[in-house]
């Protein structure tokens, strides 16, 4: 038998359903029980319309399974309203601003928000919600954060609760415009002659580069003056950085800015490093007048006086050997027999210029003089260079007991250099030098600026006087003199006395001493920092361990320098 053939059966949409839901509502206050009611039997006719048989179970369209009950479905629910707190927003292009909106009763709700077209010229595109549905607070609060499209439109934002739905316009206007108080918070020691202020819209801290260039949106201050900045855009986020040059610098992440109101912004400041590779410093090392470097004055001093010597008995034997060494060697002969035949070695020790022992006091006279240098507040000056090439400082000496760096030899040879935090430099160096030529150049300079003299061998010619010596010497009447003085007359053998001062010097200050004397020092003081982030001054002092051989000592003084760009 061929089954009776039954209609199709009829399927309802949500939107159907409320429709007919809702024209059914009585006007007034809405009857949560009698909308019950009429979803009931609304539910029972679909079943009704769509049951392929009486004990087939009805097919539920899924449409109607997301509708969910208004309020909770809970029975006498009261009624409910929504309200924005700001019945327009003005925002920037591309800002964000948190817009708050409040249900009333107080209690915990749902709320959703949609952004709507507010008219077909209007657009949307590019704006969004941080979320679309928000729990509120317990006084019925709810809170989204909008950030607004790239290009100026307007649009709506819907909030609904239930039934309940409120609107607020929003106007992304290219003009919306707020302003800071910026208040820079520096506990560092520094001295600090102007802030810088500057204000990167759409950017975050974290965006900026450390050498980014300041904003056009910028302003420059005092310490003591305030730095206020208007008429920047309402974009969200708003990095604020200040600095005083490479000094200092901090920055402030500014989120949602208000509108047409001046937001006070504190910024927490911090030093920057010191850029050690772009500076130098020139330093004065002062010496204590200690014992150390007495003895060393002194052990070079004895070094000369018997180099002077050599082997001679006496200063007059000494010089006359001189002479004599100057001599070719035909003539030795004949000098000898000269020098032998008169008593010139008694005759030079018993001239009434007292010629006796005059040379070594005035060698130890003129090296001591020029040794107090060394026990002055400018005992040496040196410079210290970084280098963004080289680890470490190159360490380079000036001047060495008053002398320039060309006029005496010493070696010097950069340690290591560090700031910490609290601005505080250590920095190490050694020097190292042959004490007997040092105290030789030394004695050079001092019996120059008493002599008027270049050196000590002139110096000495004019002290003992050698033309006079000479006459002496020839005045003796002798024949082995006369033959002598054929050959060498008495001018010839002034030249000769000052040969032999010059060939004596030279030797005894070229044998030098053995081994080479190193002083090497460590140092820690305050430094200053210039704008630029390089070292501008330093106070400190410095420890030293001098070594000659197996000796070893203990040396120390003050230490003060500046930028070559500073007067030190």
């Keep these: ?80 309203s929504i309200a924005f707190d700001e019945e327009a927003i003005h925002i920037s292009p591309g800002a964000e601003s948190v817009v708050n909106a409040r249900v009333i009763p107080a209690g915990v709700y749902t709320v959703r928000f949609a952004l709507l077209a507010a008219s077909q010229a209007s657009l949307t595109e590019g704006a969004s919600l941080d979320r679309a549905e928000v729990t509120t607070a317990d006084d019925g609060r709810a809170r989204v954060v909008l950030t607004a499209p790239s290009a100026p439109t307007t649009f709506l934002l819907r909030a609904q609760v239930g039934s309940a739905s409120a609107t607020t316009a929003i106007s992304v ?178 001239l009434p210029r007292g010629w006796s022992n005059r040379s070594h006091d005035a060698i130890e006279r003129w090296a001591r003089g020029a040794g107090r240098a ?78 008027g003299l270049s050196d000590v061998p002139e110096s000495l010619s004019a002290l003992l006087d050698c033309p006079g010596i000479a006459t002496e010497l020839g005045a003796v009447s002798s024949s082995r003199v006369s033959a002598l003085l054929a050959l060498c007359n008495v001018d010839c053998l002034a030249s000769l006395c000052d040969r032999a001062l010059l060939n004596a010097w030279t030797r005894t200050c070229a044998a030098g001493s053995t081994p080479a004397t190193t002083l090497e020092l460590s140092s820690t003081g305050t430094v200053g920092v210039s704008d630029s982030g390089e070292l501008q001054s330093y106070q400190g002092s410095w420890l030293g361990r001098l070594t000659a051989g197996t000796s070893v000592a203990r040396s120390a003084g003050s230490v003060s320098g500046a930028s070559p760009r500073v007067n030190p």
């Design 1 to 80: 038998m061929t089954p009776a053939l039954r209609p199709p059966a009829t399927r309802l949409t949500l939107k159907q359903v409320t429709k007919m839901w809702v024209q059914r509502r009585p006007t007034g206050r809405p009857g949560l029980n009698s909308g019950w009611k009429l979803c009931t039997r609304t539910w029972a006719l679909l079943a009704a319309l769509s049951a392929p048989s009486c004990n087939a179970t009805p097919e539920v369209p899924a449409t109607l399974v997301m509708m969910p009950p208004t309020m909770g479905g809970a029975p006498n629910m009261p009624e409910v």
């Design 374 to 451: 060394l026990f002055s507040n400018r005992a040496f000056e040196g410079q210290l260079h970084g280098d963004p090439s080289v680890e470490g400082p190159t360490f380079t000496l000036l001047r060495f007991a008053g002398l320039a760096e060309g006029a005496v030899d010493v070696s010097a040879n950069g340690g290591t250099w560090s700031v910490d935090p609290e601005d505080t430099l250590a920095f190490s160096a050694a020097l190292s030098w042959n004490r007997v030529p040092l105290v030789c150049t030394l004695a050079d300079q001092s019996a120059q600026a008493e002599t």
């Design 173 to 350: 206007e290219a003009g919306a415009l707020t302003s800071l108080l910026v208040r820079p918070h520096y506990t560092g020691k520094r001295l600090i002659s102007e802030w810088v202020a500057s204000v990167h819209a759409g950017l975050r801290c974290e965006d900026l580069a450390e050498d980014a260039p300041d904003s056009a949106l910028s302003i420059r201050a005092a310490p003591s003056a305030a730095l206020h900045l208007t008429d920047i855009p309402a974009t969200s986020p708003l990095a604020v950085r200040v600095h005083a040059g490479q000094l200092a610098r901090g920055c402030t992440t500014v989120l949602l800015p208000p509108v047409g109101e001046e937001t006070s912004v504190s910024v927490s400041i911090r030093d920057e490093p010191v850029d050690l590779s772009e500076s130098t410093l020139n330093l004065v090392f002062g010496a204590l007048g200690d014992s150390t470097l007495r003895g060393e004055l002194d052990a070079a001093i004895s070094s000369i006086q018997s180099g002077l010597g050599a082997s001679a008995t006496s200063d007059s034997s000494a010089l006359l050997d001189g002479m004599r060494a100057a001599l070719s060697s035909t003539v030795r002969r004949t000098f000898d027999a000269a020098r032998s035949d008169a008593g010139w070695d008694t005759l030079l020790t018993s």
